[in-house]
């Protein structure tokens, strides 16, 4: 799946003569060794191991679960309940026993002694959260395979966008204005499921602020997806496990001028099934206002 | 009375009965042409003593209507009625459920329509059949939930939360929203040519 890809785009790479020329300076930083590094820098060596206790809530039970700290996740406190409780996990709500209660992702090291609970695609409270999550996950997602895709080197900016716009989008530097074909998309959506059906996790770094302005991260976040790193502002799903359809619908520059290719698609989560007919018209309806925003 | 004339005395009883007999395998039980209620009974009391039992699929089925038709047995005829009684103890061998199925059951159907059982389909289970030469041997079994309605247990179905904020859920009303006002515009632009 991956060789056709990049032979499509780097024959019309070639055949259009485009040399990338467009400065793109985190993309080199942001590799995979940085990611290990940045995590040695925040969470020590993981060699010491330290033990703390974390209290698994679930909904009429809980549970304490000893667990290493800076090394395991909220992911395998869960996998204490079951396999299933952990996979149908999204986000974790974590109550530190020092401080105020926030929201992170599955696959987040836990740092302290502190209550969990898990917070899914079933959940009543904070479903906006666990949407915003999924639709954030979505992009970075599109960028992930797109970059290991492509056969040039392109860098990525995330809009901010909520379900309400009926699609998700992802700016690609570092094409030239190029936008994809119909049948590059094709190419590009096979390559997609492949990637996704691929259960990989999303790895996740909280970033504390001085080493995001030391590094010149823009973000909160660094996530890992397979090989591919990006910073990003919120948290995300566990797995691409979560996500179920997926469709890259089309690709249009953003603005008249710009070299910048907006790239959108649509997504829900396979815990949401759906019949073929109503994914059909949620793919046309995020087709129609895509194409209508500018 | 005769159990023809007792059956055509009471009104149907509100589940399917399978056009075909299912099989039951009568493992353990001496072979004759009773066996097949044997295992029948068995499972009639089980479901009366524990109200909620996980069969075999086919048994399940072939069950539920005998369980149907002893409670409405209950219900219709009460528990002087000869026929009614005979029934009681040869399908419940155990004395005190003859007295809770007077006294807790029949009640509890008092001024209720049949059906007053449900029955769930489970996703089929590869369980261990036995074991031969230290090999074993598992198989596929399609796994039915028999119930007895107003049981203590906790719903087999969960109640269908409220969603409307669900991802699914948003993007449809969207996409629906839009499709029918594409449909309008169209019928508007056919009615006005």
């Known amino acids: 799946m991956k060789v056709p890809v990049r032979s499509l785009f780097a024959l019309r790479k070639a055949s259009t003569a485009v040399s990338a020329a467009e400065a793109i300076p985190l993309t080199a930083v942001l590799s995979s060794e940085f990611f290990d590094h940045i995590r040695h820098q925040i969470y020590g060596d993981s060699k010491k191991v330290e033990k703390v206790v974390v209290k698994v809530l679930a909904e009429d039970s809980e549970k304490p679960v000893l667990v290493n700290r800076n090394v395991s996740t909220p992911f395998h406190c869960f996998n204490h309940i079951s396999k299933q409780f952990a996979d149908d996990a999204v986000l974790v709500e974590v109550i530190p026993s020092v401080g105020g209660a926030y929201f992170s992702s599955v696959n987040e090291p836990i740092q302290d002694q502190s209550d969990i609970r898990k917070i899914g695609f079933d959940s009543i409270e904070n479903l906006n959260l666990v949407n915003e999550a999924y639709w954030r996950s979505c992009s970075l997602v599109t960028a992930g395979f797109l970059k290991e895709a492509l056969d040039v080197d392109v860098d990525f900016e995330f809009p901010r966008g909520s379900i309400q716009d009926g699609y998700f989008s992802v700016a690609v530097k570092g094409l030239d204005g190029n936008v994809f074909t119909p049948d590059e998309l094709n190419t590009i959506n096979r390559f997609g499921k492949t990637y996704i059906r691929e259960s990989k996790p999303f790895e996740v770094i909280s970033l504390p602020k001085t080493i995001a302005e030391e590094s010149g991260i823009n973000g909160d976040y660094l996530i890992r997806i397979g090989q591919q790193v990006f910073p990003t502002d919120g948290p995300v799903i566990s797995s691409t496990q979560q996500i179920g359809r997926f469709t890259i619908l089309r690709s249009k520059l953003a603005g008249r001028s710009g070299k910048k290719v907006i790239v959108g698609g649509v997504s829900i989560p396979s815990k949401q099934m759906t019949s073929s007919y109503s994914w059909s018209l949620i793919a046309k309806n995020a087709n129609q206002k895509f194409s209508k925003n500018n | ?193």
Do not use: C
Request: glycine share 4%; net charge positive.
């Open chain 2, 1 to 193: 009375m005769s159990a023809r004339r007792a059956v055509a005395s009471l009104p149907r009883i509100g589940v399917t009965i399978g056009h075909l007999p299912q099989k039951l395998k009568t493992g353990g039980i001496e072979p004759s042409r009773r066996a097949r209620l044997e295992v029948l009974r068995r499972i009639v009391t089980r479901t009366v003593r524990e109200e909620r039992v996980e069969l075999k699929w086919n048994r399940a089925v072939e069950a539920r209507p005998y369980i149907e038709r002893l409670i409405q047995l209950g219900v219709e005829r009460g528990p002087l009625d000869e026929y009614t009684a005979e029934m009681m103890e040869w399908w419940l061998p155990e004395k005190d459920l003859i007295t809770k199925m007077h006294d807790v059951l029949v009640p509890r159907f008092q001024n209720r329509e049949s059906p007053f059982t449900s029955l769930f389909r489970l996703p089929p289970q590869r369980l261990q059949q036995f074991i031969q030469n230290k090999r074993e041997i598992w198989k596929r079994y399609d796994i039915g939930v028999l119930e007895i309605y107003g049981n203590p247990f906790p719903a087999v179905q969960a109640a269908r939360l409220e969603q409307s904020d669900s991802i699914l859920d948003i993007l449809l009303t969207d996409a629906l929203r839009n499709h029918h006002e594409d449909l309008q515009e169209k019928l508007n632009v056919s009615k006005s040519k």
